[in-house]
């Protein structure tokens, strides 16, 4: 009995080197079905925006039948442009602030060592996205009152004799820009500097570089590509905001979001609001795709260099 039970193993140990099991072999699924929900969901968004570009060449009340371009012509006022640069100027400082204000808490999440404190880094970091939108700028609106906490704590610290107006005012927009898109810039610049290996500052160390010069020269260019997808993420995301402009702004700092949505509220103007989200979505994508050419020449010139 026992000759036979070994016999039985040295043939199934023999089959499973040489890779011949007798267990039936799993079927192959094709790659378009497990990419099939993403491509469904690409498909929506494309929907989508062809039916928005449509949309942008009707009239009121005819939005799928006519053909005009008296949408796109009367963008050309200067209240939409002063709205256009309003919106893509306060997206590129809040981008700034928000990468600014990243680089020391993404390089404190792919550093330390201890497990809570990489756990409580990143809940802190995430919590912004686990809270409505409506119930941060309602939480914005307490602090930036007249008798909230910021001017309260200005005022107590003796730095102003009177209370700063922040509401209504583009600083006040531009701190809750930079607070809601915050993870958006910590996280891809984090796992990019958990990729780069300890022996690059080790080697700068050893050479005489202080960790600021190891920080410019060695990690961030290393880290380059997830600083500017949080940098663009961070940008996308800004320029189409509208619940914090409309709550910390109002009508005194009118971006294009904001714009949109006072033509279909209380005009119900869709080929109108159609066209401003269509120069919205360009003006993005060209300001995005000129960064990042920026940037990789930037990156070719200092390989160039070296």
């Not at 010069?213 to 961070?234: D, E, K, N, Y």
Request: hydrophobic residues 55%; charged residues 10%; glycine residues 6%.
């Amino acid at each position: 009995m026992s000759a036979l039970y070994f016999r039985r193993r040295t043939a199934a140990l023999a089959d499973a080197a040489s890779g011949q099991t007798s267990a039936p072999a799993l079927p192959r699924v094709p790659p378009w079905v497990l990419l099939a929900p993403i491509l469904a969901f690409l498909a929506v968004l494309v929907a989508a925006s062809l039916a928005v570009l449509r949309m942008s060449f009707g009239v009121p009340g005819n939005e799928w039948r006519a053909l005009t371009l008296h949408n796109y012509a009367d963008l050309a006022d200067s209240y939409f442009l002063r709205s256009l640069g309003l919106t893509l100027k306060l997206a590129f400082e809040s981008m700034v602030c928000a990468v600014a204000l990243a680089i020391p808490v993404a390089l404190a999440m792919a550093r330390t060592e201890s497990r809570l404190a990489r756990r409580l880094l990143l809940a802190g970091v995430l919590l912004p996205l686990l809270v409505n939108l409506l119930l941060q700028g309602y939480g914005w609106l307490v602090m930036l009152g007249p008798a909230g906490m910021l001017n309260n704590a200005l005022l107590a610290a003796g730095v102003v004799r009177r209370p700063v107006q922040w509401l209504y005012r583009e600083n006040g927009v531009l701190l809750g820009l930079i607070q809601t898109a915050f993870p958006l810039a910590v996280l891809p610049l984090a796992s990019a500097m958990r990729a780069i290996s300890r022996s690059y500052e080790e080697a700068a160390a050893t050479l005489g570089a202080t960790r600021s010069q190891t920080l410019r020269h060695i990690v961030l260019p290393l880290a380059m590509p997830g600083l500017v997808s949080g940098a663009l993420l961070v940008f996308a995301y800004n320029a189409s905001a509208f619940a914090v402009p409309l709550l910390l702004g109002g009508r005194r700092v009118p971006m294009l979001a904001v714009l949109v949505h006072d033509q279909v509220a209380p005009l119900l103007n869709w080929p109108a609001a159609s066209a401003s989200g269509v120069v919205l979505m360009v003006a993005t994508l060209v300001v995005m795709s000129v960064s990042q050419r920026l940037v990789r020449g930037m990156q070719s010139t200092e390989e160039a260099r070296s």
